[in-house]
């Protein structure tokens, strides 16, 4: 487990502005759905944990709407760059390196909402992912909400023939490839340790932990994943009418599948 956590430490802290960009430049859409459904649920001068922040675009996103939020998160290159994003924009947020294991900085009850966003990518084991949610439930107020972020085991299909093609033919990459198709989750060794899963495998690990009503579950790209390029590509107008439309099928349960990142939305009881 600590060789595990080193490494992804060391793989977000390499760049933090790589992923910044990856939400800013190659994947807009996939904030613009996110936010957008957050929104229903997060109401004017919220409190705000945001657990495994990355380089903190969701945390100045929300700061920036009059929110308190505090980022906490793994990489000490990402909190660093996260204060520095917030300076940028003039807003203020709290950033502090943790481990999304061990909330015990906060005490019970004390966030209107919580963001786990990034860490289940990365726990290997159930029983983590589980103590990451029951941590992140233990820290929520009761009828606050918490934001739960997944990988999908087909996002990486989708990943696979839109960026990569030629690892179809690799005799390395067939046991995921294998087990995309049999509907399987797997945690293996990607862009760094990393857990992708299924949309059954997803809810049926928040149903598990108690204290939680799952209100909903979406795909945080729609149906949009397969075309980034294209979309890169098209004028603002047609993008922007291609990201509303999107936001009609995020939570349609035959096209969950279509997406890299899956949300699920959960109120405490």
């Not at 009503?213 to 590509?233: A, C, D, H, N, W």
């Amino acid at each position: 487990m600590r060789e595990e956590t080193e490494a992804i430490r060391e793989h977000y802290n390499a760049d933090p502005q790589k992923e910044w960009n990856r939400l800013k430049i190659f994947h807009p859409y996939e904030k613009y759905i996110t936010t957008h459904m957050m929104d229903r649920y997060i109401r004017p001068g919220s409190t705000i944990l945001d657990i495994g922040g990355g380089p903190g675009h969701y945390s100045v996103h929300y700061a920036r709407q009059g929110h308190a939020v505090t980022l906490f998160d793994l990489s000490d290159e990402n909190v660093r760059f996260a204060k520095k994003k917030a300076r940028q924009y003039g807003v203020k947020i709290t950033a502090m390196q943790g481990n999304a294991l061990d909330l015990s900085a906060f005490p019970e009850d004390s966030f209107d909402i919580v963001f786990l966003m990034g860490p289940l990518y990365h726990l290997m084991e159930e029983e983590n992912r589980k103590k990451a949610i029951r941590e992140a439930t233990r820290v929520l107020k009761p009828g606050g909400y918490l934001f739960c972020s997944f990988i999908l085991l087909y996002g990486g299909v989708i990943f696979g023939a839109r960026e990569l093609q030629d690892t179809i033919l690799m005799p390395k990459e067939q046991p995921f490839y294998e087990a995309a198709a049999r509907g399987e989750s797997l945690a293996l060794e990607a862009f760094t340790y990393a857990y992708m899963t299924t949309v059954p495998d997803a809810k049926a690990l928040l149903a598990s932990i108690d204290g939680l009503r799952m209100e909903t579950v979406f795909g945080q790209e729609s149906i949009l994943s397969p075309y980034r390029k294209e979309l890169k590509e098209s004028p603002k107008k047609v993008r922007d009418a291609w990201y509303e439309y999107a936001l009609r099928y995020c939570e349609k349960e035959e096209y969950l599948t279509h997406t890299e990142h899956l949300m699920i939305v959960s109120r405490k009881s």
